[in-house]
């Protein structure tokens, strides 16, 4: 029986058009320094809103999403909303599916 159901962890903002270059970058070496753990991760521009990012990571275990949230990555994704543009609040989704 497995007891871990995989996670999903969003962060979105919008970012000024005088940062993204930044931003992407900083994202490409967060991106490479991202535990193995994490089974898949994407940065997306919002094609309805110009300028508006989402940041999609899956993780398997909820440890694992709160071992990368502790992570100098996480505190480099994170910053990187924060500092070049406007976050949201981050969004945990957890995959509650009880069998």
Not at 30 to 48: M, N, V, Y
Request: overall charge negative; proline content about 4%.
């Amino acid at each position: 029986m497995m007891d871990n159901k995989p996670l999903l962890l969003k962060l979105s903002g919008f970012v000024p058009e005088n940062n993204r270059k930044e931003f992407v970058q900083t994202f490409k070496l967060a991106f490479s320094q991202i535990s193995s753990e994490c089974l898949e991760k994407t940065l997306s521009g919002d094609c309805l809103v110009n300028g508006y990012y989402h940041f999609i990571s899956l993780w398997p275990s909820e440890k694992a999403l709160r071992d990368f949230m502790q992570s100098p990555e996480f505190v480099l994704i994170e910053g990187a909303f924060e500092t070049l543009g406007t976050s949201q609040k981050t969004s945990r989704i957890f995959n509650e599916t009880k069998t």
